[in-house]
Each structure stands twice: as C-alpha cells, then as structure tokens.
C-alpha cells in the first residue's frame, strides 16, 4: 500500500510516517519504480507508535516495543524491555510533575507577594487578590445566636460514619469513653486560594484556619483539662483536609462530611454562599454518645479553644 493509505489507516500523517522511516523504526519494501510498499504489519507497527505517544512516551522510545512484536509476541508490551520503557517514562513524567509542581508553588508565592505588596486595600475590605488566613480582619460582622442549635444539647449522637484526615473511619455514635471535642467550622481557606466572593460578609464565616490553629495550640491543654480527643469537621473533602491538616501541623484529626450527613442527622445549621452550602461555625461536646454541651454562635473563632478550655476546667468533675 502506499504511504497515504497507510497514513489514513493508522491514523497519523504522512509527515510522521517519514519520521518514523527516519528513526528506522519503519523499513517499508523499495518497488521498482523506488515507491514505498507498505504492509499490514508496517500498520500495525504505526498504530503501536501513535498509541504509545499518547501515552507520553517519545517515539524515538518505542523502539523497545517494536522490537517485541518483531519477535512474535502478542502484545508489544509482553517484553522486559517494554516493561522497562514504561517504567522509563512513569520517571520522566514524575520529574516533570514535581517541576512543575515546584514552579506553581513559586508562582502562588509571588503572587501573594506581590498582591499584598502592591494592594491598597486593607484585609478588612475583604477584596484583595490573596487572603492571610492566620489573621482575622478587623471589623468582621458578629454572629447572632438565631437558636438553630438550641436543640442539640441533651441529643444523641447518630450512627454515621466518617472519613478522617488519616484514613480511619470514625463512628460518631461510639467515639469512645470521655468527652469529645467535635467543632464544626464551614470552610477553611488556602494559600493561592480564593475565598467565596463578601466572604468576610458574612457573619461567622471567616476564621477557620485561626480556629484550627487555636485548638492546635491548646490541645495539649484540651486533653489535660478533660478531653479525651478532639476532631474538626467540615463538609470539605478528606484531601482538601488533609492538606490543611499537614500544612497547619495539626495534632488531631479532621473529618470530612462532604454529604453534611451529620447535618441532617441534628439538624445543624447551615448557610448557602456561591453555590456552595456550608455549616455555621459551632462546637459540641459529646460524652458517652450524648451532645452535653454546644458552643453556639463561635465568635470570635481566634479565641474559641480557650473558650472550650475553660469550660472542660469548670466542668471537670460534673458527673
């Protein structure tokens, strides 16, 4: 057949068949006249390098597995030293992805550099192109108690399971034997990351990392004052939060509820912001599967580790 056909056939240019000619990988019989005469296997073989490059491996790499058709195996990839090829481009791709990874990082550093160097608007405008999420804003409007978790207390924790930041799965009716600190926040931000556009708007929505960082700081403190675990938990997905976990250093574990299936269980109180509908910010304390105490409306979230600290010390010894 001739070079057009062939092309046609398996898919790629006639421009590439003459590169392939060119690396040797294709050796098409010579007529008379000095026309190419392609055959069914030389298909074959184009095909193997056209699906091969998709993969992200070079053409001038295929080789390898060319070669392991030409000596009668099924399938190109039935040799060692396709094997090897593969193993050969998985190590390029990863050396590109960590490049690339390296650079992004960089990227977002400067950007956040240079958004706050040359930004003229202060945090509490709530506009500027990156967000110090460790800080609060001064000015942040308060949360009012509209008691939507009046109820909670006295409640019985559901039978739910959920996924934590380091795998396990976490069963909210048996948290085990003390008290339990289960504070739920709506969103924790990211570096490089916007915010859901008026974020700080919204009354009790901004100070999740601050929160985090205060149980963080206090949980040696939490424990020896009662505690016997602490969790975070939002609606954000475990790598999401896992993330932030690392990041933050955090010595307790998040759990993830992307479903908020904890929030139709109880009855949590929930906001909707672009698009997105998310928990209020509050605290439980459970003790043998029962909501003994909430800590509703948070505010500011800064100081609410300290404010369950001092809780857990005045209720010590409350049977």
């Given at each position: 057949?001739?070079?057009?056909?062939?092309?046609?056939?398996?898919?790629?240019?006639?421009?590439?068949?003459?590169?392939?000619?060119?690396?040797?990988?294709?050796?098409?019989?010579?007529?008379?006249?000095?026309y190419?005469?392609?055959?069914?296997?030389?298909?074959?073989?184009?095909?193997?390098?056209?699906?091969?490059?998709?993969?992200?491996?070079?053409?001038?790499?295929?080789?390898?597995?060319?070669?392991c058709?030409a000596?009668?195996?099924?399938?190109?990839?039935?040799?060692?030293?396709?094997?090897a090829?593969?193993?050969?481009?998985?190590?390029?791709?990863?050396?590109?992805?960590?490049?690339?990874?390296?650079?992004?990082?960089?990227l977002?550093?400067?950007?956040?550099?240079?958004?706050?160097?040359?930004?003229?608007?202060s945090?509490?405008?709530?506009?500027?192109?990156?967000?110090?999420?460790?800080?609060?804003?001064?000015?942040?409007?308060?949360?009012?108690?509209?008691g939507a978790?009046?109820?909670?207390?006295?409640?019985?924790?559901?039978?739910?399971?959920l996924?934590?930041?380091?795998?396990?799965?976490?069963?909210?009716?048996?948290?085990?034997?003390?008290?339990?600190?289960?504070?739920?926040?709506?969103?924790?931000?990211?570096?490089?990351?916007?915010?859901?556009?008026?974020?700080?708007?919204?009354?009790?929505?901004?100070?999740?990392?601050?929160?985090?960082?205060?149980?963080?700081?206090?949980?040696?403190?939490?424990l020896?004052?009662?505690?016997?675990?602490?969790?975070?938990?939002?609606?954000?997905?475990?790598?999401?939060?896992?993330?932030?976990?690392?990041?933050?250093?955090?010595?307790?574990?998040?759990?993830?509820?992307p479903?908020?299936?904890?929030?139709?269980?109880?009855?949590?109180?929930?906001?909707?912001?672009?698009?997105?509908?998310?928990?209020?910010?509050l605290?439980?304390?459970?003790?043998?599967s029962?909501?003994?105490?909430?800590?509703?409306p948070?505010?500011?979230?800064?100081?609410?580790?300290?404010?369950?600290?001092?809780?857990?010390?005045?209720?010590?010894?409350?049977p």
């Amino acid at each position: 057949m001739r070079i057009g056909e062939l092309a046609r056939r398996a898919g790629v240019t006639t421009k590439a068949v003459r590169y392939y000619e060119s690396l040797g990988l294709l050796a098409p019989v010579r007529l008379a006249n000095g026309y190419r005469d392609y055959d069914e296997h030389d298909v074959r073989l184009t095909r193997e390098i056209r699906a091969l490059s998709l993969l992200g491996i070079p053409v001038e790499a295929t080789r390898p597995f060319l070669e392991c058709l030409a000596l009668g195996h099924r399938h190109a990839d039935d040799c060692p030293a396709a094997l090897a090829g593969y193993r050969d481009a998985i190590d390029e791709l990863t050396r590109r992805i960590e490049g690339l990874t390296a650079r992004r990082a960089a990227l977002v550093t400067h950007l956040h550099r240079a958004a706050h160097r040359s930004s003229r608007l202060s945090p509490a405008e709530g506009e500027e192109a990156m967000t110090d999420h460790t800080s609060l804003p001064a000015g942040l409007p308060v949360p009012e108690d509209d008691g939507a978790a009046a109820h909670l207390r006295g409640a019985r924790m559901p039978r739910l399971e959920l996924r934590a930041t380091d795998g396990a799965t976490v069963s909210l009716d048996a948290l085990g034997a003390g008290r339990t600190v289960l504070y739920v926040y709506p969103l924790t931000g990211r570096p490089g990351t916007d915010l859901p556009e008026g974020w700080n708007s919204i009354p009790g929505a901004r100070g999740c990392t601050v929160e985090a960082c205060g149980f963080r700081d206090h949980h040696q403190d939490l424990l020896a004052a009662g505690a016997a675990r602490v969790y975070g938990l939002s609606g954000q997905d475990r790598d999401y939060q896992r993330e932030v976990t690392e990041r933050l250093r955090l010595p307790f574990q998040m759990l993830s509820d992307p479903a908020r299936s904890l929030g139709r269980a109880l009855g949590l109180p929930t906001f909707t912001t672009g698009g997105l509908t998310l928990y209020k910010r509050l605290t439980l304390i459970v003790k043998d599967s029962v909501i003994e105490h909430v800590f509703y409306p948070i505010f500011p979230p800064d100081r609410h580790a300290a404010q369950v600290l001092a809780w857990l010390g005045d209720n010590a010894h409350r049977p």
